[in-house]
Structure formats: C-alpha cells, structure tokens
C-alpha cells in the first residue's frame, strides 16, 4: 500500500513539473506598442483645412501630406485629426489625408464640417436639419474612409455655425438636444455598417461645456466632455479638468490644447515652449478621468511643434515622451509556476489584467513607486518599481493552502 501512495505521489509530482517547464518558457503575449492614453492626438488643420481649396488639385502637397502625418506617427500617436471639410468638394484632398494615415498605422479624428456650418470657403449657410442630413449622407457615400478605432465628429466646436452660440442666443435646451440627435443619429449609422467608429468627440469652449454638459447631457452623448481649452497656466489647465469632471460626472479629453497663444501665454521660446507642454503633461497624466489629448496644430501657427521645413522643436520629444512611455512587463506566477489569469496589475492610475500565460505590460512615467498584485483567494503582492528595463517574475502565494499542496510546493523546492 505504501509502494502505491508513494508511486501515485511521485507521478504527480512529474506531472506538476512537466506543466510548470511547458509554460516556463512561453512568451510575453502583449503587443510592444503602450500608449498613456487612450487617445493621442496631433492636430493638422493648418493644413489639411485652411488651403483644401488651393491645393485640391496639387500634386505635390501630397508629398507634404505624407511627411507630415509620417512624423505625427513617429510620436506614438493613436491618431491624427483631420480638419478637412466634409462637402464632396474637397472628397478627393480628404482621401490623401485618410491613406496617409492609414500608410503610418494611424487612426484618424475626423474633425471637419460642411462649410456651410461656418460659412468656410464662401458655402451659404445650413440649418441644423440640413446639417443632420448632409451628415448621415455623408457617411453612406463615404463609408471607405473610415475603419474600426477612427473618431469622427459631425460638428466640432459646434456653437461656431448655425443658430449661434448659446451663450448669447439663450437656446441652451436646443443646443444640447441638436447634440444629442446627432450623435444618436451617427451611433446608428456606423452600426449599420458594422464600424466602430467613435461619435462623441463634441469639442466646445469650456464655457459653453459648463452650460451645456449637465450630468444627464453627458450621460446621452456617451459620457465624454471634449474641450477646446487654452488657458496661461499648467495649474489652471489641471483644475479646469477636475472641475469639468466633477460637474459631468463625465470623462474629459482635450480637443485642442497647446502653447503659446500669444494673447494668453504671450511670447515663448522653444525652450519655454517645451517645458509649458511638459509641465502641463505631467499634471493632467495623473488625473484617471481623462483619457487624452488633440496637440494643436503640428506645423503653421504659433503652438506648432514643427518648423515649417519639417525640423521638429523640443516640444516634439516632450510629446513623445508622454506618447510612448516606458514600459514594465512581466509574468505573474503561482507558486507551483503555473501562470495566473486575470490578476490585476496597478502601478499608480494604471491597471492591467495578466493573459492566459500570466503575462502583463503596463505604462509609466517614472519609476519609484510599488507595483501591486492582486487576485481573489491570492495574498496581494507589492513590487517596488526601480527600472523598467527588466521583465519581471511574480509569484503569488495562495492565502491557504492544503496539506496536498505543501507536499507538492515541498518537493518542488527539491528542485528548484
């Protein structure tokens, strides 16, 4: 009897140890490529709106075209926003914008309009009801420009057009409802085609947010407040963010932001530039209801990063910084080295969840804090973070154990 408890013991320890080598050589599954956020954008409207008449027929801007979104990817940016109308006028410009980006692996913020909203380009004006239809036209002539993961925004900084800005017309409740249609509208639409393509990037003053983005307006367009928001500043811009989310209850992103503005930050230096955009970034990095940033603009007004022949100033390195940050991957074991699914992995506001093999990778922006583990019926483990550089091996012990599994986790320490 003895003989066969002891053979049964034994050929479950073979067992247990077979499984541990057939998983201890196994790969981190996540792919290389972290961002901060979830959106992470570089704006073009100097170009890709203002002269799409002029160079509707331009050969050769396409070559500007392609070296500047090429240099948008290179920050480790999600995406880059396009300004270029949506009348069919100007389809054939915005079709050089979208291949471009598709070209560099970039996702695409659709942030234009139909000129009549404004009245860009000489277009006589439209109404709201001719704008909705105008767009849901737009998307069904025009669906071969979007793909899954791109933005796309049926009226930017929409108290510009039509009625007016409700903060001088008083119509607050048209406003908001006028919102509300289109993007339910646009909701349907994409759904129709089987696209995922995000609708609620309705970007606006902060002004016109705190009067129009109530906790119930929020909640109809998505839960996402998009601002246009330039202020002197990183202090203010911080405040300005925990104040919207707070009085949302909404998720923040910054649909314009960037210095200098001469008639806010008055003149900056390259240097001065940078270390506004860096100290800006480092503040609202913390801030778990905000999910990211359109940089505006790339190249041709005051708060461009690049100099007109292309150079990039030391904003684009801070950016770049913050776009792709270090990274810290690892692999989360129990203690007979058997990988553990679905444990939470925090460092700081960031969270991921291990892989079926127990692998994780996770952003930062510094190292020095502790990394934590944690998973029901596992005692929490705390991993102080010195370099991000190495691949870390976790093990989680079992907060109990039996008496069968301190046999085993024994003879495995034989041979370690």
């Excluded at 509208?185 to 085609?193: I, P, Q």
């Excluded at 129990?334 to 892989?355: L, S």
């Excluded at 091996?393 to 003879?411: A, D, G, P, R, Y």
Aim: charged share 25%; proline share 4%.
């Amino acid at each position: 009897m003895k003989k066969i408890i002891l053979l049964s013991l034994f050929v479950l320890f073979l067992l247990v140890l077979v499984f541990w080598k057939s998983n201890a050589g196994e790969i981190f599954s996540q792919e290389n490529k972290q961002s901060w956020w979830q959106y992470q954008i570089i704006d073009t409207m100097k170009f890709s709106r203002d002269p799409s008449r002029e160079k509707l027929h331009d050969v050769s801007f396409d070559k500007v075209i392609n070296e500047q979104v090429a240099k948008i990817a290179a920050t480790g940016a999600t995406h880059v926003a396009i300004a270029t109308p949506y009348d069919e006028e100007f389809i054939p410009i915005l079709q050089k914008w979208v291949l471009a980006a598709r070209k560099n692996g970039l996702g695409i913020w659709f942030r234009g309009n139909f000129s009549g909203w404004e009245g860009w380009f000489s277009y006589p004006k439209i109404s709201r009801e001719e704008h909705l239809e105008k767009t849901v036209a737009f998307i069904n002539q025009h669906s071969d420009l979007f793909q899954n993961g791109d933005i796309f925004s049926p009226c930017p900084e929409c108290e510009n057009g039509g009625p007016g800005d409700p903060r001088r017309t008083g119509d607050i409740k048209g406003h908001r409802l006028f919102l509300i249609k289109e993007y339910q509208a646009m909701v349907s639409e994409f759904a129709k085609k089987s696209l995922k393509v995000t609708t609620n990037f309705n970007s606006m003053n902060l002004d016109v947010a705190k009067l129009i983005m109530d906790q119930y307006t929020t909640q109809q367009l998505g839960g996402l407040v998009v601002i246009d928001h330039y202020v002197k500043t990183p202090e203010q811009l911080e405040s300005d963010i925990v104040e919207l989310a707070q009085k949302s209850r909404g998720k923040i992103v910054l649909g314009e932001f960037g210095a200098p503005i001469p008639d806010i930050h008055g003149p900056l230096t390259e240097l001065e530039q940078a270390q506004w955009i860096e100290e800006s970034l480092r503040r609202i990095a913390s801030i778990k209801e905000f999910l990211g940033l359109n940089y505006w603009v790339n190249v041709g007004g005051s708060t461009a990063i690049w100099q007109n022949d292309g150079q990039p100033k030391k904003a684009v390195e801070v950016l770049t910084k913050y776009f792709q940050p270090a990274i810290i991957r690892g692999k989360v074991n129990n203690t007979f080295r058997n990988p553990i699914k679905n444990a939470k992995v925090t460092y700081g506001i960031k969270e991921v969840f291990t892989d079926d093999r127990g692998s994780f990778a996770l952003p930062i922006l510094e190292t020095g804090n502790t990394l934590k583990v944690s998973i029901s019926g596992y005692r929490e483990l705390s991993y102080p973070v010195e370099s991000s550089d190495t691949e870390l091996s976790l093990v989680l012990e079992k907060e109990q154990q039996s008496i069968l599994e301190n046999f085993l986790l024994f003879l495995l320490n034989l041979f370690p």
